[in-house]
């Protein structure tokens, strides 16, 4: 297996994270905590230590195996299998969420007059094509794609600052800033649990590892600050929540005398790659969920996939649960799964922990 860096780690991990409160959290955000909702993202971020805390503990536990395979061993074959399969499920249906809204916001902003299926058809090959390739090669773009997403965003904030009403971030302590806290928290624990995909030992110096996932957490968490702030204080959030993403429509607003006025093509870029990287590394997650659960043969698993998201992302404007559920109640759904799942492990963990005899006596 080849290894990994922990740039490549620290570069997911902001994609990651940047990707789960944008493309699902950022306009619940906003009309959940109104004008306060840059207090509920630094809120969130002081109270995601917790899941950053438990994602440490079980990082370092069986650093040769990965999240399925830690689970079967703390939880037992079928606990365990159970476990993962609602992982796998989860994760799938989130995905095939930013999938859609990926290729819809593609077709309407660059490819109008393409039919969505083919492109569907285009990112699903792109699935297929990486899912051989191996987990390394998304790893490596996400380091590549890192660097120009930040060169983007450094225009993006530099051609909105001067536009900015300060009036806008009055904050009135009377909105609902805690619920937009949890509803940060919430998508804060997807990246953690995909990140756990990765066993600490393909890690090239994996004793800095956490390091750079806090760094990069950090920076994911201002990047997204920033542009909170920028769009709260141009659009105010009355005339933020009747966007579906105004965290793409605030980037028509950027202007340097002599530059394109299609500017903001080039820099939707930034938002595009958080999502394609969530949905190729989410589809490696799947990938290794079904092999851990089914044990199946790897190609046709590596064929599914793709036709699962070309064929849902087709359906699901007939499929009633995705569509009729609230982007605040899937938050609940995640944050009552996932907080649910890490406390089983975790005393699962410490009971091993302190009982080393008696399981390895049932072993």
């Known amino acids: 297996m080849k290894k990994i860096t922990n740039l490549e780690i620290g570069t997911i991990t902001y994609f990651l994270i940047r990707s789960c409160l944008f493309s699902i959290c950022f306009n619940t955000l906003i009309q959940v905590s109104k004008q306060d909702s840059y207090i509920s993202i630094i809120i969130g971020a002081i109270i995601g230590i917790i899941p950053l805390s438990v994602f440490y503990l079980l990082f370092n536990y069986e650093p040769s195996l990965n999240i399925f395979q830690k689970i079967k061993v703390l939880l037992g074959k079928y606990l365990?299998?159970?476990?993962?399969?609602?992982?796998?499920?989860?994760?799938?249906?989130?995905?095939?969420?930013l999938f859609n809204d990926l290729i819809t916001f593609i077709r309407y902003q660059y490819l109008d007059n393409t039919p969505i299926f083919i492109i569907s058809i285009a990112f699903g090959l792109v699935i297929y094509y990486t899912l051989i390739k191996g987990i390394n090669s998304i790893l490596r773009a996400s380091s590549i794609f890192f660097f120009m997403c930040i060169i983007l965003f450094i225009i993006s904030i530099s051609g909105l600052i001067f536009k900015i009403d300060i009036s806008n971030y009055t904050p009135s302590l009377i909105n609902n800033y805690y619920r937009g806290s949890f509803l940060c928290l919430s998508y804060n624990l997807l990246p953690m649990i995909l990140l756990l995909l990765i066993p600490k030992e393909?890690?090239?110096?994996?004793?800095?590892?956490?390091?750079?996932?806090?760094?990069?957490?950090?920076?994911?968490?201002?990047s997204v600050l920033m542009t909170l702030l920028s769009v709260i204080g141009i659009f105010g959030w009355k005339l933020s929540i009747l966007y579906n993403y105004p965290e793409f429509q605030i980037l028509k607003y950027v202007y340097f005398k002599g530059l394109s006025s299609k500017l903001d093509s080039i820099l939707y870029l930034q938002c595009l790659f958080d999502t394609v990287i969530?949905?190729?590394?989410?589809s490696f997650f799947i990938f290794n969920g079904v092999i851990?659960?089914?044990?199946?043969?790897?190609?046709?698993?590596?064929?599914i996939i793709p036709l699962l998201f070309i064929i849902f992302n087709e359906k699901i404007s007939n499929i009633f649960l995705l569509k009729s559920l609230s982007f605040q109640t899937i938050s609940n759904?995640?944050?009552?799964?996932?907080?649910?799942?890490?406390?089983?492990?975790?005393?699962?963990?410490?009971?091993?922990?302190?009982?080393?005899?008696?399981?390895s006596c049932n072993s």
């Open 80 to 97: 365990g299998s159970i476990v993962n399969v609602i992982l796998v499920l989860l994760i799938f249906s989130i995905s095939i969420i």
């Open 202 to 222: 393909r890690i090239v110096q994996n004793s800095k590892s956490f390091k750079f996932i806090i760094i990069f957490y950090l920076i994911a968490i201002l």
């Open 278 to 282: 969530y949905i190729i590394f989410s």
């Open 292 to 303: 851990t659960i089914l044990k199946k043969k790897r190609n046709i698993i590596r064929i």
């Open 333 to 359: 759904i995640i944050f009552i799964i996932i907080t649910s799942i890490l406390f089983i492990l975790v005393i699962s963990l410490l009971f091993k922990k302190e009982n080393p005899n008696k399981n």
